[in-house]
């Protein structure tokens, strides 16, 4: 077991293309930054709200998301999650983080917990069809998760699974097998909540979807899957009380911030997320929404993008290698996988690793790592280390948090509003005039006309 604190920001591959001095001399400007977010100076600051979340959250609440888990665990042999974008992303990630990567697919009696299946983050129908079959005539609950109500594609899974609950359960059986997290008080959810005495949770009004996976967004499917949610704040509200407190030289969050910030000013402007563990596949989509949406907007902000490695060694890595020079790499090294294997000793060497009887998978995927850092660094691109102590709950709630801060303070760093996402409206409209949804008359004909 390597000791470690739960997560620390490593720039030591970085001496290549930051001087020493330039910490220093951005620290202002991330002090700055830092001080608008927890001052609430900065823009959109209403939707600060995710700050203190892991301290000050509703108790009472947390505990129906713990009944209603325990409900849906002894009732229901998968949990299906209806959601898009923030109202899944965080959900998928902690559980794929938390869980061995195929605790999906363990047969039921395997696994002690529901299985848990995404839905409403696609409009393709063979998704949809290939999910119902999947679920079978096993007995099952849905939990649909949506602030506005009114996104078309979690709206159309909702109504399909909606349908299937009714034919199997019956009207009054299949309402208490919905659970509904929206808004408090507006949208077609909430109306249906009231109509149908659905069990229903609130997505803060201060907590934009990309910063929701520490509310109910995230917490009832995390609760299902048989985790710890407790020890998941607990670990964030450590991160929180010590991103607030710590200055820069010492402030994790605050570093990776400052420097992803140097990088982008020197013209790395493409950030690719990594990992060596395939089950943090989904922390870099979770990462790719954070990122993306709070800083890609007023024609500036660092692209986020991601690779899995070994995997996307044998892909993406040539082109990391010695493509176009702009890129930089942020990588998560956990330090304590939860299981290992040994490379067996055959006594043979045809397939040339003879050498490496003995060792452990996670030691060769240890120097896989620094071969890595090593080669791509010495290629013209520079690497941020991101050590994680392990996968559990604890340093999972402290990670979010990290990520969720140092997000943050890099937007208001850039002059960018980290809380706002006025692109994503655009698809929207022309989507909702080109399958002519009323209102949108206008916007069909000059669509029409342009094309
Ligand atoms: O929860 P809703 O309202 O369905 O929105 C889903 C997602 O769409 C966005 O509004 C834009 O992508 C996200 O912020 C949110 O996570």
Not at 236 to 264: C, D, G, M, T, V
Not at 272 to 280: A, D, H, R, S, T
């Amino acid at each position: 077991m390597k000791n470690m604190s739960y997560l620390n920001f490593d720039a030591s591959a970085l001496e290549k293309y930051v001087n020493k001095n330039e910490l220093n001399e951005i620290k202002p400007m991330v002090n700055t930054a830092k001080d608008l977010l927890m001052s609430g100076n900065g823009v959109e600051s209403q939707m600060r709200q995710w700050l203190d979340l892991p301290t000050n959250y509703d108790k009472a609440e947390f505990d129906r998301i713990k009944a209603a888990a325990k409900n849906i665990q002894a009732n229901s042999k998968v949990l299906v999650v209806i959601g898009i974008g923030g109202s899944y992303l965080g959900a998928k990630m902690a559980i794929d983080y938390l869980h061995e990567s195929y605790f999906n697919y363990l047969p039921d009696d395997k696994r002690e917990f529901p299985q848990i299946l995404f839905a409403g983050n696609s409009i393709s129908g063979s998704y949809i069809n290939s999910l119902i079959k999947i679920i079978g005539n096993r007995d099952f609950s849905v939990n649909v998760i949506s602030k506005s109500g009114t996104t078309t594609e979690p709206s159309i899974a909702f109504r399909i699974f909606h349908k299937l609950l009714i034919d199997k359960y019956g009207v009054k059986d299949a309402n208490k097998r919905i659970y509904v997290t929206t808004d408090a008080k507006n949208g077609s959810l909430r109306q249906e909540v009231k109509d149908n005495g659905y069990e229903s949770f609130i997505i803060p009004d201060g907590v934009g979807g990309r910063y929701s996976v520490l509310t109910p967004v995230g917490l009832l499917p995390i609760a299902v899957s048989g985790v710890d949610i407790e020890a998941l704040m607990n670990g964030a509200a450590q991160a929180q009380s010590e991103f607030a407190e710590k200055p820069l030289e010492e402030n994790a969050a605050l570093k990776y911030a400052a420097y992803r910030n140097i990088l982008y000013r020197k013209g790395y402007t493409n950030e690719i997320f990594e990992g060596y563990e395939p089950n943090l596949r989904y922390f870099a989509e979770w990462w790719k929404q954070l990122a993306g949406e709070s800083e890609g907007k007023d024609f500036k902000g660092i692209y986020p993008t991601s690779a899995m490695f070994s995997t996307d060694l044998h892909s993406l890595g040539q082109y990391i290698q010695q493509g176009r020079r702009d890129l930089m790499e942020t990588v998560i090294k956990i330090q304590n996988p939860p299981m290992d294997i040994d490379v067996p000793v055959t006594g043979k060497n045809g397939d040339g690793i003879q050498y490496l009887e003995g060792k452990t998978m996670n030691y060769v995927n240890d120097k896989a790592f620094e071969s890595v850092i090593l080669a791509h660094t010495n290629g013209g691109v520079p690497n941020m280390i991101i050590n994680v102590k392990d996968q559990t709950p604890f340093t999972l709630g402290y990670a979010i948090y990290f990520f969720e801060f140092a997000i943050a303070v890099s937007g208001y760093l850039n002059g960018i509003n980290p809380f706002n996402q006025p692109g994503v409206e655009d698809y929207k409209q022309n989507m909702f005039a080109l399958l002519g949804k009323p209102g949108y008359e206008d916007l069909k004909a000059k669509i029409n006309k342009e094309r």
